[in-house]
């Protein structure tokens, strides 16, 4: 399985709702996110790619955890480039991620050799990745609410072919000052293009602080039986199962 972990290290002070610009701080939370990759995940091949432009070759604990990742029988690759600075200071943080992926496409012929890969944003982790069904398997996978109209992107699955064909180039369509982010820009498209997508057998507990608020994520997930029945079941894998969902919402939930 194929992970991609985005991050700009030297954000400077331009970029619009970013709570921690220290680079050296940045920089560890990084590396605290790729070591979690290589020793608590089953992914094999790991993707770290920094559009700050950051010399990660003068980064003496970036060639450790490659032999760290040798070790465990993983590969890990690490990229920097410069994205559009400027782009990213008028349309907001998920322009720069949706750059660094699509530069990841024409550039690593490792990320092309795959069918899907799965994507989470640098600095974060995940309490209970080894309790979540993860897998080869050809599918376009969220964390989303059915009375919304947006998708998580902090962590997702997504099918190369539709990457390629509907996603590669739609981060041009995120103006954070029009409310239009890049969570709305791909649910926007999964449901324009009708495209099968499903949620996550579990809620994910993440680790790490939040870019944009500097609040710590904490909380832990101690599923309910009906929640988790409903996450594994067809209700949140196909349009019908989740219009049921959102009608059943629509009686319970006073709005």
Known sequence: MLLIITACIS?????????ICNSSD???????????AIVETN????????????????????RLLKEQAQQNQK???????????????????GYGEGEI???????????????????????????????????????NTFIFDVGSKCVDTRFYKLSMKDYKTFFKGIYKDVDDTHNMFLEHVYYRTLVSQRLAFGRFDRSLEFRGKSGTTGVAYC???????????????????????RWILGYIRRIVVRE
């Open 11 to 19: 954000v400077g002070r331009e970029i619009p709702c970013v709570s």
């Open 26 to 36: 940045r920089l560890q939370d990084y590396l605290k996110t790729i070591y979690w």
């Open 43 to 62: 992914f094999s091949d790991i993707l770290f790619c920094d559009n700050s432009d950051f010399d990660l070759d003068a980064v003496n604990e970036m």
């Open 75 to 93: 590969n890990l690759e690490y990229y920097h480039f410069q994205g559009n600075v400027k782009a990213v200071q008028a349309k907001g943080k």
């Open 101 to 139: 992926i699509s530069w990841l496409y024409d550039n690593c012929l490792t990320m092309r050799t795959y069918q899907c890969y799965y994507k989470i944003t640098g600095r974060l982790t995940i309490n209970n990745i080894q309790q979540i069904s993860l897998s080869e398997k050809v599918e």
């Open 219 to 241: 909380t832990v997930y101690n599923e309910s039986l009906l929640f988790g029945l409903a996450y594994k079941s067809f209700l949140y894998r196909t349009y019908f199962g």
